[in-house]
């Protein structure tokens, strides 16, 4: 058994949420509480030593985060609730780290508590935080970071140092600036979502590349770009004139 508490300042969402795990996960989560602010949050993760936090995003006139950098280390897992924030749920993505949209549904909830079976060290989870809080800080600029999951474990590199990325079936080969070449267990579909609004775009089923990185578009049915790395990659006959329309908008 999972030991959880949740903390949130809103009535009703945490009766949804204890509602949900009642039904749904009663054989793997025990609740030991819930919690209305982020001083009862800190004393309960003192005095309870939960393994799992559900942490509301927004808590009266504070944050999770505000929760989170006040204590020495995160020796626990951590689920966010939220309403729908783009920015943030960027930021949740870009970092690997869970969060629940509110209303929670038990599917998401489901699939979070699944990947709690996921095991990192303590420094990769505390990489994931640093990632966290650092896309926060940055939240609205081009800066970011982002973390992904190899086969050794994480890797956790600047979004402005990806060259292209190359579907390889459920997996996705990153070409970086620096030569380095990683295999990430990601599909293309979910580095296109990520960083679509970051100067990247799909010029083919099977690559996605960083706009920043073009050498030159040689022109022919659909076309191809040279990169700054070397590759030659073709661009899809559907997809030239939409990507035209960003080359001019560079």
């Keep these: 058994m999972i030991r959880a508490i949740i903390i949130d300042d809103e009535q009703h969402c945490i009766d949804r949420l204890e509602q949900l795990i009642e039904n749904n996960c009663c054989n793997s989560i025990k609740l030991l509480g819930s919690y209305q602010s982020v001083e009862e949050g ?6 309870e030593k939960p393994a799992l936090v559900f942490l509301d995003v927004e808590i009266k006139d504070k944050t999770g985060f505000d929760l989170l950098k006040q204590l020495p280390e995160i020796n626990f897992e951590v689920i966010f609730t939220t309403a729908h924030d ?3 749920v960027q930021a949740f993505k870009f970092s690997a780290i869970d969060y629940l949209l509110k209303p ?3 599917d998401e ?3 979070a508590i699944k990947k709690l079976n996921e095991k990192f060290s303590q420094k990769e989870i505390s990489q994931k935080f640093d990632t966290l809080f650092y896309n926060l800080k940055n939240i609205k600029g081009s800066s970011k970071r982002i973390c992904v999951p190899v086969l050794s474990g994480l890797v956790f590199i600047q979004v402005d140092d990806i ?5 390889n079936i459920n997996y996705t080969t990153l070409f970086l600036k620096d030569k380095q070449k990683l295999l990430v267990a ?6 296109e979502e990520m960083l679509g609004d970051y100067n990247f775009y799909r010029i083919h089923n099977s690559h996605l590349i960083n706009l920043a990185y073009i050498k030159t578009y040689n022109k022919g049915k659909g076309g191809s770009v040279t990169m700054e790395d070397g590759s030659e990659i073709e661009v899809s006959t559907r997809r030239k004139d939409d990507f035209l329309k960003k080359l001019t908008a560079l």
Excluded: H, M, Q
């Design 186 to 191: 990601k599909t293309l579909k979910e580095f």
């Design 42 to 47: 800190l004393k309960a993760i003192k005095e």
């Design 109 to 111: 909830l489901l699939l």
């Design 104 to 106: 929670v549904e038990a």
């Design 163 to 167: 060259i292209r990325c190359e579907s």
């Design 86 to 88: 783009k920015y943030a």
